[in-house]
Each structure stands twice: as C-alpha cells, then as structure tokens.
C-alpha cells in the first residue's frame, strides 16, 4: 500500500486529504481559528457545580460552557490542582516535579463537589470538541503526546501500548523508560516507540519536557480562560501520528507550508524529506491528484459504488443511519443470496472507508441487504471488521441483529464532515447532483449490461452529457470498450434534461431495469 497526504493552503484554511492507493480516505479542514481544538490545555474557572450529574461546567473562554465530569478529573487532581496554586502564587519556582509533593488520589465514587469549588482555576484539556448545541467536552488527567511517547503528568507509571505485543520488546522499553521518566511523570510508549534506540526516546522525551515548560510558563502569568498549551496543527498531528514506510509522497501547494513539513520530517524521520513536493503547476493541486472529484463523489447523502450499488447516509442529532441498495442488478433470481452477500462486502469496504473520510463519531446504524444464510452474515461481520482495523478511532462492531442491523459506535472528537456536492442546475431547476457522478453510474451500468449479454447498447443522453462522453482520447465511451468490450452509441436527445440518460438495446426498446 502506498500513502499519499495532499495539502492544500488557503487564506482562511488549509485542506488535508489522505490517499491510500489513489483512493481518498480522509479528509479534514483546519481553520486559521483553530481554538478549541482536541488536545488544547486550558486554564478554565469553574463556573458551575451539578451535583445531580456529578460534573462541573468549565468557562473555558468557548461560547459554551465546557463540561467536566467526575470521571474525567483523573485520580490526581488533587495534586494538578496544588500544582497551579503554588504556580501562580510563586511557590512553584520550576516547571519540574522533583521537589513536588503530591496529594493523594481522590476517591473512584467520589461527589465532584468534594474536589473543585465555584470560581476555582483548572488545567483542562479537550477530549472533544464542540457538537451542535453542546460544548467541548474536558479532562483534567493531562497528558502531552509525541510521535513515540506520552507524558502524563502527576503519575508515576510506564505503560506500554497493546499494539506492541513481543514480550521482549515490551521489557526492553519498560526499562529504558523507567530509566529516563523524570520525577513525577508516567510514561506512555506508543507503537512508533517500537525498535527505536534509548537516544531517540530521549530526544523524544526531552520534546515532551519542553511543551510542559512552555505550559509553565503559560500559567504563571495567564488569567483564567486563556490557552496555555496548543495541540500541534493538524498537518504536523497527522505526520506525528501517522506517518510510517507507506508514506510515498507528500504534496503541498504553499512555501512556508513546504519548508515547516521537510523540518518536522527531518525529526520524527530522518532521511524522509525527499518524499515531499513543492506543487507549482497551474492546475490546483485537488484537481492535479483528482481529490476534488473524489470528493464529489464521496460526499452528499448519496455515495455510488461498484455494480450499480450505493449507499445512503444520514446524519441525526442521535446517531448517523446508512442504508445499502443494491441498484439495478440484472442477476437471476436464484443468485439472490449470493448477490446481496456480494453487494453487502462491497458495502462494508465503502462504509469502513465513510467513518473515516467523514469523521462519523457516536453510534452508527448499518442496515445492511436481508441475508438467509447464517454463513453470509457471519462472513459479512468478520469482514466489515477486518475493514474497520486501518481505522485508528477507537471503535466497536457488533454482530447483526435479529432484524439484520449493524451497530457500530466510533470515537467522536469532532463534528462529522459534511460537504455539500450539489450544483446548480444549468437549465435553472433548482440543484443536481455533481455532474462527476454519472460517469461512475454509467459505468456500472454498462457493466451489468454487459454481463447480462447486451449489444448492440444505445446511451440517449443530454447533449452537453454526450459531447463529453464521445470528445477527447481516450474518450469515456472508448474506455468502455476497452474496459467492457462493448462498443456504446451515445445519441444526444434535446429533450433530456441535464443529467437524464437511458438505455436502449439493438430493437430500439428501453432496457428497463
């Protein structure tokens, strides 16, 4: 597999899109503004206690009130909390714990109300951002990620990622970890900690250290309500996360973009840097790598697949619902079961690929093609679940119900991404879908046709539709020929609106589907 990230600057904005074998898979947009983000640390002031909940609403300085829960304040905030006193009334005269004496741990069924008080400062960090009507949703167990470790302040433990399983391995790093934790803090080595020597964890480490100081820093002299410590922009989050030996390419379309990317690759991977690419061309670097139509046909309520399958999506206040649709399949009927299987894995793939591309957090419905065989569903969940593995938001799949629905809860950090891939409609009847669409429709059309046995195929289409089929080379009807070894008439109807198109066979009759 090879691994392509496309970066696209704007003024207000820069656009990130991923690309596994040519195939878009996520995509993400960071403003300018890039408040609120997950990861931030804050110095909020609590605002409000709820006893009822057992939470506290945080002013954060967002328009919403941010909300802290009793879980998520972390067995050490006791300790946290003593931290930023001593801080800010000048006891605490470095950002280093040596010389801290930490509280002890509060209770797991503790009362909120027992801990933090009205108008009390407090380090929080984000965990999600802000939904539709409710605000960002806060922690107050700290911790600062690298690419190989995690710092986690107020604690006292290595811990070593599940992903790395050699036992060997996991000792090694445990020791090399207990070896340089500084006083105070736990240690998390992450899976790209595996096989890395003792003096790239330190420089890692050593990174980690900086930020904390630098938060230090922040609090001494910040009020309340201001940011003391920034989650790293999402280019440089997703090298950090992600970057690996599949990385083939990196293409960007602005200097000072260029430049920061080649410095954050010549620390986190030596020797790298000669895969990313200063994009000049004339052409936008979406439309050069063909991003932008993937990204029409990708979005919108509606996705098209393969064999005149698609899929639709909707997004609810509760929870996100797909529907998978066979479309126009012209297969024997006794081939039913083995068709809705074969509809049904392509689904899978697609929907795996849809969680992540539009960031789809909470619970998801999947409400798959009815299936007889037990074997069929069965091979149906194991698939979907090896699908869902490349996704690296924490996920659950459960087996089909009784009434063949999937339920799939994922992570959710931040509002799924939505895109709106409708047009004008060129004869003035309101919106259409992206014209872009149609190829892939006409395609799989003419594929069902062609196992189906048809010839002699006639396209009757609008004119505009079939001046781009016939123009060009290779033109879209001669890729058809060489694709499905079937030689298309396309005949340009006035009558049809834009995107209107039929088939007819060899006796002029409509082929009816």
């Not at 954060?60 to 972390?74: C, R, W």
């Not at 020791?175 to 890395?196: C, D």
């Not at 649709?325 to 074969?342: F, I, M």
Request: proline letters at 4%; a positive charge; one cysteine or more.
């Amino acid at each position: 597999m090879s691994t392509e990230l496309i970066i696209n600057s704007k003024p207000s904005e820069v656009d990130i899109a991923i690309l596994e074998d040519g195939k878009l898979m996520e995509y993400q947009t960071q403003t300018s503004q890039n408040d609120f983000a997950v990861g931030d640390i804050y110095l909020g002031k609590v605002r409000k206690i709820i006893p009822g909940l057992n939470s506290a609403f945080i002013d954060i300085g967002h328009p919403k009130d941010a909300f802290l829960h009793y879980n998520d304040l972390g067995p050490q905030v006791k300790s946290l909390l003593k931290y930023i006193r001593n801080t800010q009334s000048g006891g605490q005269q470095t950002a280093m714990l040596d010389r801290f004496k930490a509280e002890g741990n509060i209770a797991k069924d503790g009362k909120i109300a027992e801990v933090l008080t009205q108008g009390m400062p407090i380090l929080v960090q984000i965990t999600k951002e802000a939904i539709s009507t409710k605000g960002p949703r806060l922690t107050s167990e700290l911790s600062i990620p690298g690419r190989m470790l995690v710092l986690v302040p107020f604690n006292e433990k290595v811990a070593i990622s599940q992903k790395i399983r050699r036992k060997d391995e996991r000792d090694r790093l445990r020791m090399v970890l207990e070896g340089m934790r500084p006083k105070g803090f736990g240690l998390i080595a992450r899976t790209n900690s595996m096989g890395k020597s003792a003096e790239e964890l330190k420089a890692d480490l050593d990174t980690l250290v900086k930020k904390w100081e630098t938060m230090y820093a922040h609090l001494k002299k910040e009020k309340t309500k201001a940011r003391v410590l920034s989650e790293e922009d999402r280019v440089s989050g997703i090298l950090r996360d992600l970057f690996n030996d599949t990385f083939t390419s990196i293409v960007v379309d602005d200097e000072s973009l260029f430049l920061e990317i080649v410095s954050t690759l010549d620390t986190i991977a030596p020797g790298r840097d000669k895969i990313v690419k200063m994009h000049t061309d004339k052409v936008p670097v979406f439309e050069k790598y063909g991003v932008d139509r993937q990204i029409k046909t990708s979005f919108g309520r509606s996705v098209p697949m393969t064999k005149g399958a698609y899929l639709v999506i909707e997004h609810t206040e509760a929870l996100h619902v797909i529907d998978v649709n066979s479309g126009n399949r012209l297969n024997a009927q006794e081939n039913q079961e083995n068709n809705s299987l074969e509809v049904n894995l392509v689904a899978a793939k697609e929907i795996a690929r849809q969680l992540r591309l539009r960031d789809m957090g909470g619970i998801i419905v999947v409400d798959f093609i009815d299936m007889v065989k037990s074997e069929h569903r069965k091979a149906l969940y194991e698939k979907l679940c090896e699908f869902m593995k490349a996704d690296r938001a924490r996920h659950k799949v459960l087996p089909p119900s009784k009434f063949g629905l999937v339920q799939i809860t994922r992570q959710r950090v931040r509002p799924a991404t939505d895109i709106e891939t409708s047009e004008p409609d060129p004869e003035g009847a309101g919106t259409i879908h992206a014209p872009i669409n149609i190829l892939g429709e006409i395609a799989d059309s003419i594929e069902q046709l062609s196992k189906a046995g048809y010839r002699g195929i006639s396209l009757h289409t609008h004119p505009f539709v079939a001046a781009y089929l016939t123009k060009g080379f290779p033109s879209p009807r001669l890729s058809w020929l060489f694709k499905y070894k079937r030689w298309i008439r396309v005949v340009p109807r006035d009558a049809y609106r834009y995107l209107q198109y039929r088939f007819f066979d060899r006796d002029r009759k409509m082929i009816k589907w």
